[in-house]
């Protein structure tokens, strides 16, 4: 039951700007991802779905302090990746 990670070039950009900052976090994000694709809703993730002008989106973590947002797209199955960031600012 793999899912298709999708970035967008928006996305992209705050991925490298993120990675300037926090490159001691990339083998945490790669993990993040690869467990993404194979189980969106592993208890490890955290997913949850957000509230308020994001209600229509999901976060899970990277850490407890570092988060992703997305949007889950069940029929394709794809998990389309948009923000990336600490929790005070993705949300």
Do not use: C, W
Not at 27 to 52: C, V
Not at 68 to 86: A, N, P, Y
């Amino acid at each position: 039951m793999n899912y298709k990670i999708v970035q967008t070039d928006a996305y992209r950009k705050k991925l490298v700007k993120f990675f300037k900052k926090h490159s001691d976090l990339l083998g945490q994000y790669a993990k993040t991802i690869k467990l993404l694709e194979l189980d969106p809703f592993h208890p490890s993730l955290r997913l949850h779905k957000l509230q308020g002008k994001l209600g229509e989106y999901y976060s899970v973590s990277i850490t407890m302090k570092y988060r992703v947002i997305l949007e889950i797209i069940i029929k394709d199955k794809e998990l389309m990746l948009l923000d990336i960031g600490s929790h005070d600012d993705v949300y």
